[in-house]
């Protein structure tokens, strides 16, 4: 995946402004003189020999001429024998044109060095074409090309034309090429410049630094270096379609090699060059070492890879949830989660997530965690499948938000834990359900009771202390398992005789324990007692066997008789054992009065 903007790109836009002047330095600096250069300036000068098949008047002409210097003088003495006009306008001298140039001598223009080359190479050759020489003038110094031919008199027929303007255009190409060439070095990317001929006028230190000397090494085996199939390939484009100037074509690739037995990756960007014609004349290019890009991309795509087997094979749902609530993406495990076939069938059917909470109230509570907090771990709710029925699950959750703090997306993990939630239910019933009776057990009573004197409203409430008489016999002559049936329905019994705002329990064995709420009149109290020692009282048929129970019971009420579960306890046990003991009393006065009466 690479990305869409070179992170160097700025260095072909600073090469395509420079290309036109880096060619031209490349044809323009030599570390010798460059007399080549001034034989290309002066290429239109003729020689005096040339002049011998001119016309009178054209050789006229040209003595004549504003722009080149025409001059005889003797290569002994240096006496300046002949001068035109532009000769003495350079120079300076007032004469007239037939008289007292011998007065001039060629020396005090020309300079040694000059003067001691010109004087060698006529010696020797008799004849010196485009010869560079720098002559000094009015205290400054000028640049000229002089074409002369030496006679046997020592006379000297010379042409002299002045290029120190264009000498100076060269020295500003060559310093330009110069700091070019350094702000180009001080690139790390390698940058090189290819033409036609298959020639690196120019390549930068980086580039130098990576892949050798580009002229001196055997460089094929870097395909982006080769720029004729590009040249061509661009040549062959139709000449309306042609980028111009301003749309330079481009082309980029991408290749591998080894370079110091280190695998190494380049991604190389190449621009063709173009005179103002649209004739291209090379190309510019900049290789970018791409190798740890590379490795990126493939660490990423590693990675991509175990999160998709991750997505596919997990054992929890995931999903990525859209902030207004629409599911994106969700993987197998949850669609079955919620009872669909596929992660498809999902998609289609739910448009928001809405729709799988059972309770709006936890949806709300879990986004503004999500909004607040930008993480939610195990979060349980309640949710609804497909076929209508519900479960729980918990959820872990991590927020996208933008720039602003707004929410983009969120990605969950959720497990089902409808299993563990029953099994927690059971537990808790366990810890507060009577196993035998299936009512209230002692835990459950003693939470009953503090929530009740926990309240602020300090309700009136009574406690009624249930206790079994003549129990024991039944589990012995009959099993213990009689003995859970017979506790069971008693219990039955002690509830169905309740209001809904009452309570119920099994305080243990064989005592039992309910609360009235809201009675504060003793006569309700007894006349509601009275009622639930009858209803134990009634006959119970088992297996064939009738099983009749009584019991005892005592009455504490809240908060005339304590404020404290302790005490209300202690309280309605005191008031149970009173009526058991006026109870014996009583049978006794009866069995002591029959006997009286027999």
Known sequence: MPSTQNPYIFILALLLYTCAVLFLAFFFISHKKPTWVYGLLGKGIVTPKETDSFTPQFRSSLYSSGAIIAIRFNLDTGIIKAINKTGRDLLG?????????????????????????????????????????????????????????????????????????????????????????????ALP???????????????NKAFNDTFGDADNDPFEIYDFHAATDFIKQTLKEPEDTRPRQAN???????????????????????????????????????????????????????????????????????????????????????????????????????????VIWRNPEQRLEYLQMIHEKKTVIGYDFEFVRKNGTTGWMTIS???????????????????????????????????????????????????????????????????????????????????????????????????????????????????????????????????????????IEKPIILAGTTHTISASAGISQYPEDGNTITDLLKAADASMYEMKRLSKASKINEQLQLLANS
């Not at 008289?99 to 060095?113: I, P, R």
């Not at 004849?127 to 006379?155: F, H, M, Q, W």
């Not at 563990?420 to 009953?448: F, M, V």
Request: proline share 2%.
């Open 93 to 185: 001298i007032k004469e007239t044109a037939n008289s007292g140039h011998n007065k001039f001598l060629h020396k005090q223009f020309l300079s040694d060095e000059s003067r001691e080359g010109l004087s060698k190479e006529l010696n020797l050759h008799k004849r010196v074409k485009n010869y560079p020489a720098t002559c000094s003038v009015n205290d400054s110094l000028i640049k000229t090309l002089i074409t002369a031919e030496k006679y046997e008199n020592g006379d000297v027929e010379a042409m002299i034309i002045d290029i120190t303007k264009h000498f100076n255009i060269y020295q500003q190409i060559e310093d330009q090429n110069i700091f070019l060439q350094n702000i180009l070095n």
């Open 248 to 354: 330079t074509s481009i082309f980029q690739t991408e290749f591998s090699t080894t370079i110091n037995d280190e695998f190494r990756h380049f991604e190389v960007q190449r621009r063709s060059l173009k005179k103002r014609n649209g004739q291209i004349f090379g190309l510019v290019g900049v290789a970018t070492d791409i190798t740890h890009r590379k490795q990126i991309e493939q660490d990423l795509r590693d990675t991509t890879r175990r999160y998709k087997n991750l997505f596919w094979n997990a054992a929890e749902g995931i999903a990525t949830i859209q902030s207004d609530g629409r599911l994106t993406a969700v993987n197998p495990a949850l669609a079955t989660m919620f009872g669909y076939n596929s992660p498809k069938q999902l998609l289609e059917l739910v448009p928001n997530t809405e």
């Open 397 to 535: 959750s991590n927020g996208k938000f933008d720039a602003h703090g707004n929410l983009k997306s969120i990605e969950s993990i959720v497990s089902d834990i409808t299993q563990k939630k029953q099994s927690e239910i059971e537990l808790k019933r366990c810890a507060t359900i009577d196993s035998t009776t299936e009512i209230s057990n002692r835990n459950a009573l003693e939470g009953y009771l503090n929530s009740l004197l926990g309240t602020k409203t300090n309700s009136a409430f009574a406690v009624v202390f249930i206790d079994l008489n003549n129990f024991k016999p039944i589990n012995d002559n009959h099993g213990h398992h009689t003995g859970d049936k017979v506790l069971k329905i008693i219990a039955q019994r002690l509830v169905a005789n309740c209001r809904k705002v009452d309570f119920t329990a099994r305080l243990g064995g064989d005592e039992f324990i309910v609360i009235l709420n809201g009675v504060d009149s003793k006569n309700i109290l007894s006349k509601i007692t009275k009622g639930l020692l009858d209803a």
């Open 189 to 203: 990317v390698p940058v090189f410049v290819r033409n036609t001929n298959e020639q690196s006028p120019f390549t």
